[in-house]
């Protein structure tokens, strides 16, 4: 239906042109061409009038209309330390260029009225006019150069990188085929190395693992950022070129495969602050969803956004993120939620180059406070049974009494300090093994581990009185010994609370 | 109005101005029998005139326009009403409307999305706005209006009108590819142009795409060195270079520029082309995609956008130019006055011609290049405002205090001084580097070329189509139907374009599908069917000169002086029915420069021929 209605719209089109080129061809043989052309001329000079009138109106009308979205000014205000200056060249800009738009648009189209051709008027012989020539190439040279001055001092200190001892947050952004990958530096404040070539299913940015300070970095789905604090974005490309677009910040950078760009910005506005600054406009004050009048309003769902603007395939269109921006405080806690990719995701599985070091000195908070937490419930329990916990994190060597002390060092020696801490305490150190091998063999390996537990902590300063290792073999199994996983849970060393 | 009020000189005295002052070059000794308009073939298809070929050019050129912004009319149906549903396109666009089963709404598929906005770019820029005007308007006007009987090489001249209409040929093949035409933007930036696992587009439709563009290269080097040669060697007697109108002065540098930009965008091309075929890798390095990583390394993808920008910054002006000369030259005809500084004209375009050549990098000011680099970038780029403020004032003087006609060429004339300020002065805006960061590839962008470069080269075009349109076909446009399509056209041309300047401070980006995800830019959906249907609106104005333009070919009123308008230059001093060799007899002697209006000659026209040589103790080139 629609494509008849078409095809009839362009057909009536060729129809009435036809008509009215042949009509005005004839009435232009009756009236003559000089009247023609003259009433041509009184006809457009008016028209050229009423154009320029309504032209200007209406540019400044939109202008006024659509003000909220000047650079600088209403709710459109950068969130950024920079924008400001940005926008203060856009508006130092506009204010030249508009002078000159309404000028000479005011003049070319006046000039149309005015010396359209009338019945006997002639034109005036004017060739050139040195002097006006010259100022008019003046005016414009000297123009530019406060704006090429103004604007370049903006750039080069937006542009400007970090400073090596600068205090700054790194993050990264990684564009691909239809998503940001974001990645922030960890506890050390350092992006780990990549190798394109790392990248699976399970490492998306080709971390390489064996660069310690990637160990730390995490992976989070939004952007978050503290206010006030300057931040260093290392932007990057998986696939084809990407654009890393924070509209609100007013920064954008190429995402660039095999060349990293960066941008470094200070967010000023927390996005809390954004949105109550956006409730004072009524434009924000209508409902965020049309369909649901009662919902959130406009302000109330506000949130800054991380986009794509480098033309990069079909999906160009969907790239995006959210960008929250929080207090300090805030941020210390989202960070300190956040996991490393590689103790999430990476850490055990085969492309884990540390996956033969059971502990890594990163996991030792961890093995740290689950001890502490072990020893207090022990501690306090009122039933002799649960006075006893495993230590998950003392390892041996296979099949041998010798204790791997890099990986068993950070639960032995927090059990060291725990001992210190309660001198009344004394402990009985319990080996046991699964039901491989030998029963006597392993009565003999689990006393030597229970031992070996005991030499350790002994060396660490406790008090060799107040402990006793004792060898419990294959007898006490606390899980089935028909699974490799049964059997591992059974091979272990328990810590109890003998006397307090 | 002169060439009412006043009597045009007869063509008797145009006659004997040749034959008392002329060249004889004995051409029709040599030429008596035209070989080469003998038949039908020779003389409409393959001929080697060049009055012949620019209509081919323009003809190609018009077929190229209506497909390339009827292809904007549909990727503007979608952003302007992303809800409704295309399916009454399906008959015309097949697989790439996708109908929902359920609802039976259609909806554009994003990729072909994407192979629209590509098509349209570089349609528009490359076919339309590049051979289309410049070759139109080089090949009608190079030879007649600097006294010549062809163009240097008749024969290359033919060839660049060929692989012109191969390049075309090849492009058109292109959209019926079953992976569609190449979608990856007009610029064709690799990866995404080098990777067939990148876009579908990227396939058969990019190595096409490349195909079609070589042929076109070649198209234009072989154009733009006839042009170059015309200029330079075959200048009528008494045509020195200072006389020469501001017409061929920018045909001249536009040849130049395509001749050294051209080639560089060629061998970006190549280097390109071995990195899709021979597993090369200038662009390419680091890329994990589909699941697997290349073995390309060390490559840069900002190599390729250095050698597109130096061919593709010059190309605005390849556009520009001839628009600005056919501008200067309708202007200061209908308003019956000089040019207002000729010199200073010719300088600019001079100027405009140089620093296009050392402003490229300000396309990539945030793509990745050094900023402390894009600090030159700025400077050169904001300097070319002063030429254009010059050019500007030239042409708003030559109108103050004229005699102004008010016909179609001369409003599309005005139409262009109008968008080229506005769109030039956005151009300071994006030229400096500080308020880019937030301009770049958003819908300000938009606005802005399609204004000044856009809009303003059609202006440019059509005014010399109204213009010249009896020096292609003996015959006249319809008068009426030109103004109601210029007043449709400036009127619609603002609609679409200037409330995307809005749109783009708000920060949304260009090339978008859709804004529906993005809270920061969903919001602009009336302003979206503004735009869609005002671009509906215009597209059917430019319907109405498209049927007057063959409507007049055959029907048009007939030209019945050879000097319709009162102008000075030479190609109004050829017979009605152009011949081959443009003259019958000797060729006309120039004696003065070609902005003699609103001069009384001896017969009291308000205006002295070219022909027509200097009386004593007057100063050649408007001097007192």
Known sequence: ?500 | MATITQTPPSQQKVEDLIEKYGYDDHFHEHHGEDKYQSNFLTKYVFSQDHKMIARQFLITGMFWAIIGSAMSLIFRLQLGFPEESLAWLKPLLGKWIEIDSTTGVGTLAPEFYYALVTMHGTIIVFFVLTAGLSGTFSNLLIPLQLGARDMASPLLNMMSYWFFFLAGIVMFFSLFLSTGPFAGGWTAYPPLSALPQASDGSGAGMTLWLLSLVFFVVSVLLGGINYITTVLNLRTKGMSMWRMPLTIWAFFVTAILGLLSFPVLFSGFLLLTFDRELGTSFYLSDIFINGQALDAAGGSPILYQHLFWFLGHPEVYIIILPAMGIVSEVLSVNARKPIFGYKAMVFSILAIGFLSFIVWAHHMFMSGVNPFISNFFVVFTLIIAVPSAVKVFNWITTIYRGNLRLNPASLFAIGFVSMFISGGLTGIFLGNSAIDIQMHDTYFVVAHFHIVMGVAAFFGMFAGVYHWFPKMYSRFMNDTLGKIHFWGTMIGAYAIFWPMHYIGLAGVPRRYYSYSSFESFRHFGEINQFITIAAIVTFAFQLVFVINFFYSIWKGRKQTTTNPYGATTLEWTAPIESTHGNWPGKLPAVQRWAYDYGREDADGNDFISQLEPLKEGEVDGGGH
């Open chain 1, 1 to 500: 239906m629609t494509t008849v209605v078409v095809l009839l719209c362009i057909i009536l089109i060729a129809v009435v042109a036809l008509q009215v080129g042949k009509v005005t061809e004839l009435a232009g043989k009756i009236r003559g061409e000089e009247e023609v052309q003259l009433s041509s001329n009184r006809a457009n000079s008016r028209l050229s009038l009423i154009f320029m009138v309504v032209f200007l109106v209406g540019t400044i009308w939109s202008a006024y209309h659509y003000k909220n979205w000047m650079l600088w000014y209403g709710p459109h205000e950068a969130a950024s330390a920079h924008g400001g200056n940005l926008d203060f060249m856009f508006d130092l800009t506009l204010v030249f260029t508009g002078i000159v738009f309404i000028l000479t648009q005011i003049l070319l189209f006046w000039f149309v009225y005015k010396y359209a051709g009338r019945k006997g008027s002639k034109s005036y012989f004017q060739a050139h006019d040195t002097k006006l020539e010259i100022i008019w190439t003046a005016i414009p040279a000297v123009v530019m150069t406060f704006l090429v001055v103004g604007g370049l001092d903006a750039w080069n200190s937006v542009m400007a990188d970090v400073d090596p001892d600068e205090e700054v947050i790194n993050i990264e952004a990684t564009g691909m085929q239809f998503a940001w990958i974001l990645r922030y530096a960890g506890e050390d404040n350092k992006l780990g190395a990549r190798d394109y070539k790392l990248i699976d299913g399970i490492n998306p940015l080709g971390q390489d693992w064996t660069d310690d300070k990637n160990l730390d970095d995490f992976q989070p789905s939004d952007l978050v950022l503290p206010v006030g604090k300057k931040v260093r974005v290392r932007i990057t490309s998986r696939d084809v070129l990407h654009n890393f677009d924070l509209p609100h910040f007013r920064v954008k950078m190429d995402a660039v495969p095999g060349i990293p760009t960066y941008f470094v910005f200070t967010p000023t506005k927390t996005t809390e602050e954004y949105r109550q600054s956006l409730s004072e406009y009524p434009e924000y004050q209508q409902p965020s969803d049309p369909n649901d009048p009662e919902g959130p309003k406009l302000w109330e769902t506000f949130d800054y956004e991380l986009a794509c603007a480098e033309l990069c395939g079909k999906g160009h269109f969907s790239m995006r993120k959210i960008v929250k921006v929080v207090s300090e405080a805030e941020y210390e806690a989202w960070v300190n939620q956040q996991q490393s990719y590689y103790l999430s995701t990476i850490r055990g599985t085969e492309g884990d180059p540390y996956r033969d070091t059971k502990v890594l000195p990163m996991e030792a908070g961890k093995v740290e406070s689950e001890t502490t937490d072990a020893f207090k419930s022990a501690l306090e329990a009122e039933d002799a049974a649960k006075k006893v916990f495993q230590l998950s994190y003392v390892f041996f060597n296979t099949g041998s009494a010798e204790l791997d002390s890099g990986s068993s060092k950070y639960q032995l020696d927090k059990l060291a300090a725990i001992l210190a801490d309660n001198p009344t305490v004394k402990i009985e150190l319990g080996g046991h093994t699964d039901n491989t091998g030998d029963a006597e063999n392993n009565q003999t390996l689990s006393k030597a581990r229970a031992e070996s537990v005991y030499n350790y902590l002994a060396s660490k300063g406790v008090d060799a009185s107040r402990m006793s290792a004792v060898g419990y073999g294959q007898n006490s199994p606390i899980d089935t010994n028909d699974t490799e996983e049964g059997r591992a849970n059974n091979r272990r060393t328990e810590f109890k609370i003998v006397e307090q």
